[in-house]
T-cell receptor
Framework: DQQVKQNSPSLSVQEGRISILNCDYT??????FLWYKKYPAEGPTFLIS?????DKNEDGRFTVFLNKSAKHLSLHIVPSQPGDSAVYFC????????????????FGPGTSLSVIP | EAQVTQNPRYLITVTGKKLTVTCSQN?????MSWYRQDPGLGLRQIYY???????DKGDVPEGYKVSRKEKRNFPLILESPSPNQTSLYFC?????????????FGPGTRLTVL
């Protein structure tokens, strides 16, 4: 049973518009959430993160929103650029103070974003 | 340059022929991990290590072995590879003990088992 879900395998967006990538999780022990970006033939690279004490974290064009009650987070990219075309993975970690396997990171299946010029 | 390196990047082998994929990091990270990426399944953790001589199973450890004799190296061993281990493999490292750390990934190893 997948603990981290990304229900949209792919997404196409016009350049300059907003991209919204969604992620849902089932384990209430998750306390820290990360987004990774992956280009073909490369390893994933860290993009942005959020801890459960926040509901929003912003870094330039990238904003992550967390709704703990709904166990849902989303990544907003504004404005979208062709160079943002990649696979985006949502990942979650348990609270290290509450869960001994805190370094066990769980990844979602990924969403492939295409930004059309 | 801070990095995680993996070798080989591409490997085609036959069923049952033992192989090792090496992983090395130069960031003095305590934590290292192996993942496999398969279509529709994302990244699934195979094994991880929180420090030298400390390893633990991830979600899909069957058919794999690891060792952590030195801090910088974390090889993945397939004693008797099978076709269902054809996949894209990533090694990652992370500073240990922190609350809010992200992982650094290697470039990947594409393995085909015939």
């Amino acid at each position: 049973d997948q603990q981290v879900k990304q229900n949209s395998p792919s997404l196409s967006v016009q350049e300059g518009r907003i991209s919204i990538l969604n992620c849902d999780y089932t384990n209430s022990m998750f306390d820290y959430f990360l987004w990774y970006k992956k280009y073909p033939a490369e390893g994933p690279t860290f993009l942005i993160s959020i801890s459960s004490i926040k509901d929003k974290n912003e870094d330039g064009r990238f904003t992550v929103f967390l709704n703990k009650s709904a166990k849902h987070l989303s990544l907003h990219i504004v404005p979208s650029q062709p160079g943002d075309s990649a696979v985006y993975f949502c990942a979650a970690r348990p609270n290290p103070l509450r869960e001994t396997s805190y370094d066990k990171v769980i990844f979602g299946p990924g969403t492939s974003l295409s930004v059309i010029p | 340059e801070a990095q995680v390196t993996q070798n080989p990047r591409y490997l085609i082998t036959v069923t049952g022929k033992k192989l090792t994929v090496t992983c090395s990091q130069n960031m003095n990270h305590e934590y290292m991990s192996w993942y496999r990426q398969d279509p529709g399944l994302g990244l699934r953790q195979i094994y991880y290590s929180m420090n030298v001589e400390v390893t633990d199973k991830g979600d899909v450890p069957e058919g794999y072995k690891v060792s952590r004799k030195e801090k910088r190296n974390f090889p993945l061993i397939l004693e008797s590879p099978s076709p269902n281990q054809t996949s894209l493999y990533f090694c990652a490292s992370m500073p240990g003990g922190g609350l809010y750390n992200e992982q650094f990934f290697g470039p990947g190893t594409r393995l085909t088992v015939l």
